[in-house]
């Protein structure tokens, strides 16, 4: 009885890859999950959503959103139905992630100081130029470790034949791990031993591998270098996730105002007087770290930073000028600079892309906007792109007008269906679409992957858009070791 | 080349920058660019930095290739004083033999237009009058003559048509302005000519320095000075002063180059505290040219300073607080 | 530690000491209200809690209700709970890192309970001395958890020389709201006010223990300001203050320690030499006021001997 109730709506839109159904039947990795709701009364269901949602509100798991002076505290909604990614696939995505960001640090490097691909002409030194993110002041700047990239979050989403693609590459201050760590707590809270019993690995380990990265970096070669997690401020719809990571690595997180650099040197102002930092984890945009180098307005930054960054006094993460490389535009250079630089071919895939900016490209977008999804170059979150298929003839007019002004800034491609995967809601499973993005690290030692990651969900029916300030949610994303 | 050395003169620059505040400020950072460049035109023969507090000055080449030094006073301090003593031993140059056929030099300027560091010199700045000066440039017919040729005539309609006017404008002032006013300084004068050589597709970088005339009676004495280098193709790069009407030759010293004034600000810096502040600059010049030699006092001149007072405006901290998320 | 987070977290701890102190004067007020004969004015509660002008105070000034929504849900108000509480988490927020889970959550209660839309409506409709106890124990639930689970380093430090900070404030002024209507005549006031007051800091019965003569003011003062015992007393608030304060003895940063140190101990030795004929003599609101100002004095050389950071 329970069982049809739970799974009789679940209708797979055609075309679509379902992660939890094939051909009418559950898949293997889904069916202890799926078992084990049906257990459950709708009654016992639903207390567990409430369960989840008051866990979130109490710990304050929240982002503030502001409207007409006053903030309201909003959670970032959760669906209690794991995402669930078998062993064989998540080897795939290790190494095709592993394999991409290697290549995009020897862009980063290459891009600030010989310029190969430029001068091979695998790249045009326009599209480089004409990016607003790549930093002149980057240019020849020692980076320790020749490691631009320390934290990447990878946007992956599956097409209707289940191969995964990678969507975007998040190299500036990418967000969202903490929900990947708050969302496995709050499973555990959920369904106590349904974890351990579908051999499900951990993500525990995030902060300890961060940490262990960001003491690799110190100039001074001590036990303990003084690391912190510089924050915008409250106010940050990330400071949750800028608190928690502080406090899962047991370092300082601090403001710009707590910072003050002297002699090129940067120290933290303390109530015992000045202390040295060693690594700044930083989650403040390039433009505004440093007002003497930078947007001279920012008051979240710290001036002189970059002077000490230069000097080698002070380690700076991720590295300043990294949005060149995940630029919307250049993305669709990125498996040529695997071939380039590695020599191997990419084992991900990406989507296709147009560049709005050649002329031939552009009108075969504008002759098929309805098939398009149209981005800005240089925005993240959803924001400043067109969905073709559901935008009126006058969004698509405005949004042409707007492109021909400045074509460089959009690119356009094929819209992809993204996969579906069960979540609860009103007492039934329903499919709704999600992406994945798997955070992974870079060392010294090289590329380390958590196995896990944000699946973002778009809670509406039918849109394909995930991101949270557009109506999306989230989900625990399970990784099964065998 | 140099067949003339006798006029190869040596110019002593004496360079004062002197920030005064009310009330002490800390937690200063700067960045000066006062650091001539050194290529075969152009050597520093000495130089003597001083700076009040004493501060450690590092030296790096920025991205396009001047020096750059910065600083900091983290302590409290009442005054910020920089102070540079110079000796620049310039070369005359031999000017572009311009006799290539015209249209095979706009032929290798197009050819440039998407190469490095072109790309940076090419890349027009936004503002609203910027159709308006495209038609005066094209009315002036210069792309049939050489681009050379049409360099200087641009660079002689600017000195023509704009009113040198010191304290009309400051370094904030917009394109917009300036063209409104028809009056400024040598920075706008060569804001100005960069805007109008790149409407002609002729890589444009500006250039701050210092002008250094045997005898007095040129523009932009007793401070920095800014002028334009334009690229000619088959040469390379060449100085145009708007201010002055002339091809930069001998008598101006180099000291950084780049896209725009932000490139090349000679003294730049922020400090903390609630305080305003007064700033004056002062720049004399003595050379010897083997024939003469004269010292000048260098007078300090008050300068128009902006006033900025970030810490009250907590909405513009709360949106950045709130910049977006990746 | 950072100074910033050390400002914090005094500011969290003063906060969350000031709602405490505004909820309970508004219970003995409000109960006050009810047992008086003639007509009960929030007019010095007004004048002292908030920045109203004195015709708005008017307007309102014989309307309990509307009083208690003013101080406790109206977000016009920059001294209501609503506003305070707020505070108190936003500073709380920047230091999560500092503080322990258990006190995070237990202020973002705090905080959803002083944001609950029902609340107004309690307060207009319902009985408000239980619902102003539902948010006295809010803060409660903080004092325990923060006792509890808080490590007693130098963050527990400031946390308590916020607190002891602002108690002494709130109990100097909460003296002086009923003894500035009454001139700061001993014998004006009527002595159910002394009562509400007493039992709502939890002192009535050390009161009933110590003064076997029945309701005085002049003891009601003494006990307020004076008694060593009564943990809402100035002088119980300047002594625990001080006692946190030598925690950061070895902290570093001596000059600043010394600056503040001599401060306190000053007040200190003052307040334990004074006698109730003393204040009576110099006034009770001139001695408050100096006492205040003193206190304030502490505050600024905390603040710029240790939270100077921006």
């Known amino acids: 009885m329970q069982t049809s109730e739970l799974l009789n709506n679940y209708d797979v839109d055609a075309g679509t890859w379902d992660e939890m159904y094939k051909d009418s039947a559950v898949r293997e990795q889904y069916r202890a999950v799926v078992d084990f709701m049906q257990q459950l009364s709708v009654e016992e269901l639903n207390k567990k959503e409430e369960l989840a949602r008051g866990l979130f509100m109490t710990q304050g798991i929240t982002f503030t959103v502001y409207s007409s002076g006053e903030g309201i505290e909003k959670i970032f909604p959760f669906d209690i139905i794991p995402r669930i990614i078998t062993a064989s696939e998540w080897s795939y995505i290790e190494e095709g992630i592993k394999q991409r960001l290697k290549a995009l640090n020897l862009f980063l490097k290459d891009v600030y100081n010989e310029q190969f691909i430029i001068k091979d002409g695998v790249i045009p030194a326009e599209m480089i130029y004409s990016c607003p993110h790549y930093l002149r002041e980057m240019y020849k700047f020692p980076v320790p470790y020749d490691i631009y990239v320390h934290i990447a979050g990878i946007d992956l989403i599956r097409n209707s034949d289940g191969s995964f693609y990678i969507l975007e590459d998040n190299l500036r201050t990418p967000s969202g791990v903490s929900y990947m760590l708050e969302n496995r707590e709050i499973t555990k809270r959920l369904f106590p031993d349904l974890l351990p019993k579908n051999n499900v690995r951990t993500v525990n380990e995030y902060p300890n591998i961060l940490h262990k990265n960001l003491v690799s970096l110190s100039p001074r070669q001590i036990a303990n270098p003084t690391i912190v997690v510089l924050t915008p401020g409250i106010y940050n719809s990330a400071y949750f ?199 992974a690290l870079c060392g010294p030692n090289g590329v380390e992957i958590v196995p896990g990651g944000l699946t973002r969900v778009a809670l509406k029916k039918g849109s394909l858009v995930v991101n949270s300030s557009q109506g999306g949610g989230s989900k625990d994303t399970w990784v099964l070791s065998v | ?118 790309i940076d010199f090419l890349k027009q700045e936004q503002f609203n009058a910027l159709d308006e000066v495209s038609e005066i440039v094209q009315s002036l017919e210069s792309r049939l003559h050489t681009p050379l040729l049409a360099a200087k005539q641009l660079n002689e309609y600017v000195f023509r048509n704009f009113t040198y006017n010191k304290g009309i404008t400051s370094v904030e002032t917009t394109l917009d302005e300036i063209w409104k006013l028809k009056a400024g300084v040598c920075q706008d004068f060569a804001h100005l000519l960069l805007v109008m050589l790149k409407t002609i597709d002729i890589p444009a970088r500006y250039v701050s320095g210092y002008i250094c005339p045997h005898k007095n009676g040129m523009r932009g004495e007793g401070a920095t000075h800014a002028w334009v280098e334009a690229y000619i193709p088959f040469y390379g790069w060449l100085g145009f002063d708007p201010t002055n009407n002339c091809i930069v030759d001998g008598v101006h010293v180099r000291l950084a180059v780049g896209r725009s004034f932000n490139d090349c600000s000679p003294v730049k810096g922020t400090y903390k505290g609630a305080s305003s502040h007064t700033l004056d600059v002062g720049v004399s010049v003595a050379y010897e040219d083997g024939e003469t030699s004269a010292e000048a006092p260098t007078l300090l001149v008050p300068q128009p300073v902006k006033v900025n007072n970030l810490s009250s405006n907590s909405y513009r901290r709360y949106m950045e607080m709130m910049q977006q998320q990746q | 530690m950072l100074s910033r987070v050390a400002d914090s977290l005094y500011w969290m701890s003063r906060y969350l000491e000031r709602a405490d102190g505004i909820l309970r004067m508004l219970k003995i007020n409000y109960a006050s209200s009810q047992g008086d004969l003639q007509e009960f004015s929030w007019k ?14 008017n307007t309102i000034a014989y309307d309990s209700r509307a009083v208690l929504q003013y101080m406790v849900t109206d977000k016009e108000n920059p001294n209501s709970l609503v506003n305070i509480v707020t505070h108190a988490r936003e500073n709380a927020r920047a230091v999560q890192d500092h503080i322990t ?210």
């Open chain 1, 241 to 439: 996730e800028h608190t928690t990571l502080a406090r899962m690595m047991g370092v300082e997180l601090v403001e710009g105002r707590d910072l003050v650099v002297d002699n090129h040197r940067v120290y933290m102002k303390t109530t015992a007087g000045r202390q040295l930092v060693d690594v700044i984890y930083r989650r403040v945009d390039d433009d505004f770290l440093d007002p003497l180098i930078f947007n001279p307005n920012s008051m979240l930054g710290v001036a002189g930073i970059m002077s000490a960054y230069r000097k080698g006094n002070v380690a700076v993460v991720n590295a300043l000028g990294n949005g060149v490389a995940d630029d919307k535009a250049i993305y669709a250079y990125v498996p040529a600079m695997i071939k380039y630089y590695l020599n191997e071919d990419p084992l991900l895939r990406n989507v296709p892309t147009y560049q709005l900016s050649k002329p031939e490209e552009k009108e075969l977008v504008f002759s098929n906007m309805n098939k398009m999804v149209i981005k800005k170059t240089n925005e993240s979150g959803g924001y400043g792109m067109l969905m073709g298929h559901s935008a009126s003839d006058e969004e698509i007019y405005n949004y042409k007008q707007e492109i021909l002004k400045n074509p460089r800034q959009f690119i356009a491609q094929p819209i992809i269906s993204l996969s579906s995967s069960p979540c609860y809601m009103n007492g039934k499973l329903v499919p709704r679409r999600v992406d994945l993005r798997p955070y």
């Open chain 2, 1 to 118: 080349m140099f067949t003339k050395l006798s006029l190869v003169p040596t110019f002593k620059i004496h360079h004062v920058t002197r920030y005064q505040y009310e009330f002490p400020v800390r937690e200063s950072a700067n960045q000066i660019l006062l650091f001539p460049i050194r290529d075969e035109y152009q050597q520093v023969a000495k130089q003597e930095l001083s700076i009040s507090g004493e501060p450690m000055v590092d030296i790096y080449k920025d991205f396009y290739g001047n020096e750059v030094g910065s600083f900091m006073n983290a302590e409290p301090h009442l005054e910020l004083v920089i102070d540079t003593k110079t000796e620049v031993i310039t070369t005359v140059r031999v000017l572009p033999s311009d006799d290539v056929p015209a249209e095979i030099q706009w032929e290798e300027l197009k050819r440039v237009h998407t190469q490095f560091p072109f």
């Open chain 3, 44 to 57: 010095p509660v007004l004048r002292l809690f908030t920045y109203m002008k004195e015709e708005e105070a």
């Open chain 3, 101 to 310: 889970k258990e006190v995070w959550q237990c202020l973002n209660d705090y905080y959803h309970a002083v944001r609950d839309e029902r609340l107004a409506h309690r307060l207009h409709k319902e009985d408000p001395i239980s619902t102003l106890d539902v948010l006295i124990k809010q803060g409660l639930l903080y004092y325990g958890t923060a006792d509890i689970t808080m490590a007693r380093g130098e963050g527990y430090a400031f946390i308590n020389i916020g607190k002891y900070l602002e108690r002494a404030l709130q109990s100097a002024d909460i003296l002086d709201v009923k003894f500035s209507d009454a001139h700061f005549d001993f014998s004006k006031i009527h002595t159910t006010y002394w009562k509400y007051l007493l039992l709502s800091f939890s002192g009535y019965e050390l009161y009933l223990k110590t003064y076997k003569s029945g309701f005085d003011a002049k003891n009601v003062v003494g006990q307020i300001v004076l008694n060593k015992d009564f943990p809402r007393s100035v002088i119980y608030s300047i002594n625990r203050l001080s006692r946190y304060f030598e925690r950061l003895e070895n902290q570093g940063n001596k000059p600043g320690y010394e600056t503040v140190e001599f401060l306190i101990g000053k007040l200190k030795s003052e307040i334990s030499y004074t006698t109730v004929d003393m204040i009576e003599d110099a006034g009770l609101h001139n001695y408050l006021i100096k006492v205040k100002k003193e206190l304030s004095e502490v505050a600024n050389a905390l603040n710029k001997n240790y939270f100077a950071y921006s």
